[in-house]
T-cell receptor
Framework: QKEVEQDPGPLSVPEGAIVSLNCTYSNSAFQYFMWYRQYSRKGPELLMYTYSSGNKEDGRFTAQVDKSSKYISLFIRDSQPSDSATYLC????????????FGEGTQLTVNP | EPEVTQTPSHQVTQMGQEVILRCVPISNHLYFYWYRQILGQKVEFLVSFYNNEISEKSEIFDDQFSVERPDGSNFTLKIRSTKLEDSAMYFCASPGGLDSPEQYFGPGTRLTVT
């Protein structure tokens, strides 16, 4: 079983739609949950991260973590064509300096 | 966002040659990381480096790989005797702060082994 599972898509939505991106994981030791955005052949860009369970909001982006279900989500409100990219979930243990474990990434296209 | 820089942006090498990839991480942090991403695949952890020593390494990071911090600001990944399957994007990453859990990635070096 993969430690982190993410539907690779592709996902195509019209401009203005609410986008929901999700990951599941199997390792209960993961405590930090991150979302990155990646454009083709570029480095992952950190969008936001959460610690343990709960919600976090940053502008049009909301991250949710449900540790009981081992399920995390990223919601994008009022999606824009500029949001078109691959979205990566990543997570790590609480131990100082722990590695990130990534999902496969979901390719999102927002159509004008 | 803190900036991590990497050079070169693209490296082409012949199979069996040695390559050195360079990174300038966010300054004054003790942890540094290398990851790689084969085209179309997920980002994979290679190695973490703490206080001038390897802290953790993955099964990918075998004897053909080495990391060094040759001076106070640079951080290198050396791949000896490159293989075709080493072709990938290689990313260096730094934490956002001394005790920060998040990691910031550099733009990557695209390594092509022919």
């Amino acid at each position: 079983q993969k430690e982190v599972e993410q539907d690779p898509g592709p996902l195509s939505v019209p401009e203005g739609a609410i986008v929901s991106l999700n990951c599941t994981y199997s390792n209960s030791a993961f405590q930090y949950f991150m979302w990155y955005r990646q454009y083709s052949r570029k480095g992952p860009e950190l969008l936001m991260y959460t610690y343990s369970s709960g919600n976090k909001e940053d502008g049009r982006f909301t991250a949710q973590v449900d540790k009981s279900s081992k399920y995390i989500s990223l919601f994008i409100r009022d999606s824009q064509p500029s949001d078109s990219a691959t979205y990566l979930c990543a997570m790590r243990k609480e131990t100082s300096g722990s590695r990130l474990t990534f999902g496969e990434g979901t390719q999102l296209t927002v159509n004008p | 966002e803190p900036e991590v820089t990497q050079t070169p942006s693209h490296q082409v090498t012949q199979m069996g040659q040695e390559v050195i990839l360079r990174c300038v991480p966010i300054s004054n942090h003790l942890y540094f990381y290398w990851y790689r991403q084969i085209l179309g695949q997920k980002v994979e952890f290679l190695v973490s480096f703490y206080n001038n020593e390897i802290s953790e390494k993955s099964e990918i990071f075998d004897d053909q790989f080495s990391v060094e911090r040759p001076d106070g600001s640079n951080f290198t990944l050396k791949i000896r005797s490159t293989k075709l399957e080493d072709s990938a994007m290689y990313f260096c990453a730094s934490p956002g702060g001394l005790d920060s859990p998040e990691q910031y990635f550099g733009p990557g070096t695209r390594l092509t082994v022919t």
